[in-house]
């Protein structure tokens, strides 16, 4: 019994000594608290001894470091200022309280790879790297982001297939790839995700652009400068998309131009050129009341360029150059601006195709689907458009 109180009196009087001692001698630094970093305890020390104020070392600052120590090349020195805890001081950093929420490096230059440690930033709605030097894939543990709204990866030098983790970040609706080196096929999956705009633009995808093209919800659908070949999905437009533009030039697209695409009334680019379109332009293109811009150059379209399409209220440029029409309307010769229609074949018009081109071109023998209906009703155009596409498209060989 006595053992036991002399060992209560020296464990009583340790503790008062400790006490005492933080108390007095607040250079010396020692402290202990409960902090929401990793760990969650904080000991203070060096020049502030002790300040319990001391910002804990989270996760969000162990992401950032680990991602600062892959990237080998900063030449405008952003990352200079990711030193220190407060990591909402960082250049190219932004918080809300104290979670980080965007992230914009935009043309930093920087040179690196992205790393899986970003997955930890789980309030960030915003990851901009537009025009740096990234390379490398893109981690699959992004798709645990489940804040991030906007993903601009464009213009750096990312490879191999199309990242399907981006299909699984559950809230996303800005994907932005453009400008890489991404190969491969592009999943169906990408346009029935909700997204507001799909650039994919000026990369290497290859393959036939997936039947539910159609399905998006973007306003923006980029798909230019890649190595797309097949037809234009027949579905495209019967689902009545709010797409305000499509771009699908430069690519290897054969067929015809679906009559469904005068489904898109609110569409205001639309831009098929240098590919190896054929047939006729649908007279459905009338019903694009909204089009600014309408490209269909370096094709191989034949027929007339009807009065219907050279109506459009809205149309400041008409191109046509460089296929093989053999006529315009008398609608589209009253145009004196934004109409191109040079490199064709349609007599007594300047700087057409030879004749002999001409003469040997038989539009590639190719029957696209028309619209049975004349005068063309708009707002009835889906009725029966479905069905009776599908069938024609089936029955050909």
């Avoid at 489904?263 to 680019?269: K, N, P, Q, R, T």
């Avoid at 009341?289 to 150059?297: H, Y």
């Avoid at 700087?351 to 689907?369: E, K, T």
């Amino acid at each position: 019994m006595t053992d036991k109180k002399g060992s209560d009196f020296k464990l009583l009087c340790f503790f008062v000594f400790l006490v005492g001692l933080i108390q007095t001698d607040a250079s010396f630094g020692v402290g202990v608290g409960i902090g929401g970093g990793v760990g969650g305890v904080w000991v203070g020390g060096g020049i502030n001894g002790g300040n319990r104020n001391t910002v804990p070392v989270t996760a969000s600052y162990n992401a950032l470091q680990a991602w600062k120590s892959t990237i080998t090349e900063d030449p405008s020195g952003v990352l200079k200022t990711w030193v220190g805890s407060d990591v909402c001081s960082y250049k190219g950093v932004f918080c809300s309280g104290q979670s980080i929420t965007a992230i914009d490096l935009n043309h930093a230059n920087l040179k690196g790879t992205i790393v899986k440690d970003l997955a930890f930033l789980s309030d960030l709605n915003i990851l901009h790297l537009n025009s740096n030097r990234f390379y490398g894939q893109i981690p699959d543990s992004f798709k645990s982001l489940n804040s991030l709204q906007e993903l601009d990866l464009s213009n750096n030098g990312f490879s191999g297939p199309f990242p399907l983790v981006t299909i699984y970040i559950p809230n996303l609706v800005y994907l932005d790839l453009r400008f890489n080196n991404f190969s491969g096929y592009v999943p169906g999956a990408l346009f029935n995700k909700r997204l507001d705009a799909i650039f994919l633009n000026n990369n290497q995808f290859e393959g036939e652009i997936p039947r539910n093209l159609g399905n998006s919800p973007a306003s923006v659908i980029n798909l230019a400068n890649n190595r797309f070949s097949g037809e234009i999905p027949t579905s495209f437009g019967l689902t009545g998309s709010r797409v305000r533009e499509v771009l699908l030039l430069n690519n290897q697209l054969t067929g015809c131009i679906p009559e469904s695409v005068g489904m898109f009334s609110e569409i205001e680019v639309f831009d098929v050129s240098y590919n190896s379109l054929m047939g006729h332009v649908p007279d459905t293109i009338s019903c694009l009341s909204a089009i600014e811009v309408l490209n269909l150059a370096h094709n191989r379209f034949s027929g007339e360029v009807p009065d219907l399409v050279c109506s459009l209220r809205n149309l400041i440029n008409l191109t046509v150059s460089f296929n093989f029409f053999s006529e315009i309307s008398s609608e589209c010769s009253r145009i004196s601006f934004g109409f191109d229609f040079t490199g064709n074949c349609i007599p007594g018009r300047n700087w057409q195709r030879p004749q002999p081109d001409c003469s040997g071109y038989s539009g590639g023998a190719l029957s696209c689907f028309r619209m049975p209906t004349q005068p063309l009703a708009c707002a009835g155009i889906s009725v029966g458009l479905t069905e009776s596409s599908n069938n024609h498209y089936t029955s050909s060989p």
